[in-house]
């Protein structure tokens, strides 16, 4: 029987930094995984904050050498409007840029640099099952038992404690479908700004959305969002429902007028997630082993990464004999940021935050610290739109 201090399952962004902080304190911890690396993952647009923890994991230099594309902020387009926001114009202090990147290579990179750092990683193990004592946890796998002190769920869309505790509950927000893709963008339009993820609001339903995501190599990602009624092509395979939405929308039409559409799109149906509890006395769930909310503004990775954070400090504390409180530093603490998320992407879809975005007459106070959400900066208790975010919104909305 093999045994540690910590047990991370999963290798993705929040196993990655978790088990590396873990590390770095001196805990022994074994991450597992039931694949291999690369594997193909969506979520590519990184918000500034990432950096931030990143920078705390030790793998911050090794990202910025990767030659990822280089991000500045977020562009909008809706018809003919067309509107910014620039991350480094924000109301909270911290990077303001960022990366776009493959998530297949991004993972990788980053569970290379953890074990780089001494992180012993075992792919292709699952774990099937965890029993819980006063001492500690037993986890049972397909290549036999690990013995731990706690375990951490970074397992992500494979939701393995959630699935094996029955700590699973239907998400509160409507069941929406996505179609995406990669593709040889090829665009010359010379005003194109290659340097801000493109979210574009389909000219007569508001309710979807397509993203572009542009690489480094001349590449993007690209996708629609919405529920199924409003974005299903009746007899449609993936790809031409995704090339229809898009080219609806006067913008995309004009940027991917030469595109190449050289691979298969895919769907997700119902990607939103919830949780029952977060915690408990020798587990912790992580990034969308938690909650799932909504792509529209990136805010996975950054919610896995500071989820990663948070975990890692408590269970440091707590191995080494402090008392911890894990509802109000790890719980509490993490539902902050993700409710004032959930605050925008129900604003979005109801169109008072659209409103917001599109309106042409902004307050520039106003418009810096909604740039801060948007950056990634959703856990700054100085911004009222992160600490009062509903109130916020519907104020800013009657503003303008």
Same mark, same amino acid.
């Given at each position: 029987?093999?045994?540690?201090?910590?047990?991370?399952?999963?290798?993705?962004?929040?196993?990655?930094?978790?088990?590396?902080?873990?590390?770095?304190?001196? @805990?022994?911890?074994?991450?597992?995984?039931?694949?291999?690396?690369?594997?193909?993952?969506?979520?590519?647009?990184?918000?500034?904050?990432?950096?931030?923890?990143?920078?705390?994991?030790?793998?911050?230099?090794?990202?910025?050498?990767?030659?990822?594309?280089?991000?500045?902020?977020?562009?909008?387009?809706?018809?003919?409007?067309?509107?910014?926001?620039?991350?480094?114009?924000?109301?909270?202090?911290?990077?303001?840029?960022?990366?776009?990147?493959?998530?297949?290579?991004?993972?990788?990179?980053?569970?290379?640099?953890?074990?780089?750092?001494?992180?012993?990683?075992?792919?292709?193990?699952?774990?099937?099952?965890?029993?819980?004592?006063?001492?500690?946890?037993?986890?049972?796998?397909?290549?036999?038992?690990?013995?731990?002190?706690?375990?951490?769920?970074?397992?992500?869309?494979?939701?393995?404690?959630?699935?094996?505790?029955?700590? $699973?509950?239907?998400? +509160? !927000?409507?069941?929406?479908?996505?179609?995406?893709?990669?593709? $040889?963008?090829?665009?010359?339009?010379?005003?194109?700004?290659?340097?801000?993820?493109?979210?574009?609001?389909?000219?007569?339903?508001?309710?979807? #959305?397509?993203?572009?995501?542009?690489?480094?190599?001349?590449?993007?990602?690209?996708?629609?969002?919405?529920?199924?009624?409003?974005?299903?092509?009746?007899?449609?395979?993936?790809?031409?429902? @995704?090339?229809?939405?898009?080219?609806?929308?006067?913008? !995309?039409?004009?940027? !991917?007028?030469?595109?190449?559409?050289?691979?298969? +799109?895919?769907?997700? !149906?119902?990607?939103?997630?919830?949780?029952?509890?977060?915690?408990?006395?020798?587990?912790?769930?992580?990034?969308?082993?938690?909650?799932?909310?909504?792509?529209?503004?990136?805010?996975?990775?950054?919610?896995? @990464?500071?989820?990663?954070?948070?975990?890692?400090?408590?269970? *440091?504390?707590?191995?080494?004999? $402090?008392?911890?409180?894990?509802?109000?530093?790890?719980?509490?603490?993490?539902?902050?940021? %993700?409710?004032?998320?959930?605050?925008?992407?129900?604003?979005?879809?109801?169109?008072?935050?659209?409103?917001? *975005?599109?309106?042409?007459?902004?307050?520039?106070?106003?418009?810096?610290?909604?740039?801060?959400? @948007?950056?990634?900066? +959703? #856990?700054?208790?100085?911004?009222?739109? %992160?600490?009062?975010?509903?109130?916020?919104?519907?104020?800013?909305?009657?503003?303008?």
């Amino acid at each position: 029987m093999q045994s540690c201090d910590v047990l991370v399952v999963g290798a993705g962004p929040s196993g990655s930094v978790c088990s590396a902080i873990l590390n770095k304190a001196g @805990l022994k911890t074994q991450v597992i995984d039931k694949e291999r690396m690369p594997r193909f993952v969506i979520g590519e647009s990184l918000l500034s904050n990432c950096l931030t923890y990143l920078e705390r994991a030790g793998m911050l230099d090794a990202v910025s050498r990767a030659g990822y594309q280089y991000k500045n902020g977020a562009a909008f387009s809706w018809g003919e409007r067309y509107t910014y926001f620039d991350f480094c114009d924000k109301s909270t202090a911290g990077h303001g840029t960022a990366f776009e990147v493959k998530r297949a290579e991004f993972d990788k990179l980053l569970i290379d640099e953890a074990q780089k750092q001494g992180v012993p990683v075992e792919f292709e193990r699952e774990l099937t099952g965890v029993e819980f004592s006063t001492d500690g946890v037993l986890a049972s796998t397909n290549k036999g038992e690990i013995s731990a002190k706690f375990i951490v769920d970074a397992s992500g869309y494979g939701r393995v404690l959630p699935r094996l505790l029955d700590l $699973e509950k239907p998400s +509160a !927000l409507a069941v929406r479908k996505a179609f995406f893709t990669h593709i $040889e963008d090829r665009i010359s339009e010379p005003l194109y700004d290659r340097d801000k993820i493109l979210i574009t609001t389909h000219p007569s339903m508001r309710e979807v #959305w397509i993203w572009l995501i542009p690489f480094s190599d001349g590449r993007c990602s690209i996708g629609v969002v919405g529920e199924p009624r409003f974005i299903d092509v009746a007899g449609a395979d993936e790809i031409t429902t @995704l090339k229809q939405h898009v080219y609806e929308c006067p913008m !995309l039409a004009r940027l !991917l007028k030469d595109a190449v559409w050289d691979t298969p +799109a895919r769907q997700i !149906l119902g990607y939103s997630k919830d949780v029952k509890a977060l915690f408990g006395e020798r587990f912790v769930l992580l990034g969308n082993a938690t909650e799932f909310l909504d792509p529209v503004f990136s805010s996975g990775v950054t919610i896995a @990464l500071h989820s990663a954070v948070r975990a890692a400090d408590c269970v *440091i504390r707590q191995l080494g004999g $402090e008392a911890v409180d894990w509802q109000r530093d790890y719980a509490d603490d993490l539902m902050l940021g %993700v409710n004032a998320f959930r605050t925008y992407v129900n604003g979005w879809y109801s169109g008072v935050f659209q409103d917001v *975005i599109y309106a042409k007459n902004k307050s520039h106070a106003i418009k810096r610290q909604i740039c801060s959400i @948007l950056a990634g900066y +959703a #856990w700054d208790r100085d911004n009222p739109y %992160v600490t009062r975010s509903d109130e916020a919104l519907q104020a800013v909305h009657s503003y303008i």
